[in-house]
């Protein structure tokens, strides 16, 4: 019976796993700690694979799970260690324009964690209010305010980058 278990566990990781590990570098922005978290996240769901496996909607559970392990590392003392004062010079690049991308990526992780998990699931994952509620753990109310207040926070960031006028859903 425990083969059985593990072999339908192993089945239906496999094919997801880059979807998690996409999630979570949207959340911390770091490939190597979105290692760490989804690491965090599928060993917890190994542990308890008998009962999760029956869960409603297994897919919003497991991102659930992403999600509340980022949220966890957050709030790990560790996590904020600083083995350093400075960074160390790198040289600059020329001639080739900003990535837009690693300036979006440094401002979301300015944001409160909930804010940052709403934004990347809202926008990136691009999944509906009510499922991103189900995840995060809150209502859809507060869905809308913590988008609301998050693009705000980044518009304000990034300053020239945010488009004029634009909408934010």
Request: hydrophobic letters at 40%; proline letters at 6%.
């Amino acid at each position: 019976m425990r083969e059985n278990l593990e072999r339908e566990y192993v089945e239906y990781f496999q094919p997801r796993l880059p979807q998690l590990h996409r999630l979570a570098v949207m959340l911390c922005g770091d490939a190597d700690r979105a290692d760490d978290i989804v690491q965090a996240a599928v060993t917890m769901l190994y542990t308890r694979w008998r009962r999760v496996r029956e869960a409603d909607n297994l897919d919003a559970y497991v991102r659930r799970s992403v999600v509340n392990a980022f949220l966890s590392e957050r709030r790990r003392s560790w996590s904020r260690v600083v083995l350093t004062e400075t960074l160390p010079d790198r040289p600059a690049v020329t001639g080739q324009p900003v990535d837009e991308r690693l300036e979006i990526r440094a401002a979301l992780k300015k944001l409160p964690p909930k804010q940052q998990a709403v934004l990347a699931l809202r926008f990136l994952c691009d999944l509906p209010v009510d499922e991103v509620a189900e995840i995060v753990g809150c209502s859809p109310g507060t869905v809308k305010s913590q988008t609301s207040d998050g693009l705000a926070k980044l518009r304000k960031q990034l300053g020239a980058l945010a488009p004029a006028g634009g909408a934010t859903s």
